[in-house]
């Protein structure tokens, strides 16, 4: 572990949050975490390799680990913008066009309370602003500083059913020309991560990079950062946030867009 590590670990609490409740609401410990890797729902769901990776990280390092953060001067001079980058969806194309005044974040699945935030909304509930970099699977990286409200906040707003286990990201975007059909690469990006990531501090829906509004090539009104993992996990283009026991039904059932396509539901970095 780097120096950075170590001192930036130091600086945030150890904190039972939602996990732990959703957790003993379930009748399990916090370190039941284990356990619910082993249920075997989640056992089909995770390759022999990519589980490995994810208990490593889980129970090695610890499901708190902080990512590296980086100073100002450290940020990239340019951001690659990657994958979607200009969504041509007809919903997506109006409310880009009222700079996403009626867009809103829908909150729902098992959760206590389904809610709706508008992005005036968002930025009125806590912030964290972290630097960080972001690894894409391809091979390159960059560091950026990004504003938003930590995913836990909105989480425990909404309050978790006893059954939920992941957080899907259901965006805006498709990868191709934007027009919905049968073709299986005409899909809308998606993405799901578990209770422990979602309660991560460094997990926020980011609506501002580097000091100012997301743009459109960096998944405007609101994207995902998702500090150990890969790029891919990160979604932009935010539409709804669903909490679900499995992802099983989803799609492919392999748990996102790339998923779906052959890579790790674990990208762990
Ligand atoms: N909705 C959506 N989210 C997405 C993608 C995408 O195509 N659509 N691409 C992913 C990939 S592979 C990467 S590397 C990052 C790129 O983020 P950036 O454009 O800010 O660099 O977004 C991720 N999230
Ligand atoms: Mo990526």
Redesign the pocket.
Known sequence: MSERDERTRGEVPHRRGFLAAALSLAGLALSGCDRVSNEPHARSILGAANELTYRVQRFLLGAHRLAPEYSEAEISSE???????DPQDDEYLDLADKDFANWRLKVDGLVERELSFSLADLRALPSRTQITR?D??EGWS?IGKWTGVPLAEILSRAGLGPQARYVVFH?A?T?NDGSLSDDPESIR?YETIDLADADHPQTILAYDMNGKKLDI???APL?LRLERQL??K????IMRIEVVRSFAGLHGGKGGY?EDRGYEWYAGI
């Open positions: 951001f690659r913008a990657n994958g979607s980058t972001h894409c699977v960059c965006c975007d990868l990006y090539a960096h998944g994207r790029g891919y990160m979604a932009k283009y790339w």
